[in-house]
């Protein structure tokens, strides 16, 4: 968890998943990790705002939604 979870979230690999529909992109270019993570709050606030979901836990509930509809990540 985050010092801030109100601003900031982990980058979980299935909230990822749930939200675009494929996996986490694997990169080792700093600047493409941080474009990856900041598109990836950009979406977790959109949806909270669809959804009225809350900020700080929308990652485990994507998390959960991902699991039992997506099952195991490519690696598991």
Request: net charge positive; proline share 3%; with cysteine.
């Amino acid at each position: 968890m985050y010092r801030n979870p109100a601003v900031f979230q982990i980058t979980d690999r299935h909230a990822y998943r749930a939200i675009h529909g494929s996996d986490y992109p694997k990169t080792t270019v700093a600047a493409k990790k941080i474009t990856v993570y900041f598109d990836y709050l950009d979406e977790l606030i959109r949806l909270c705002g669809q959804k009225a979901l809350r900020f700080e836990t929308v990652d485990r509930i994507l998390y959960q939604f991902d699991k039992a509809t997506n099952g195991k990540l490519n690696g598991e």
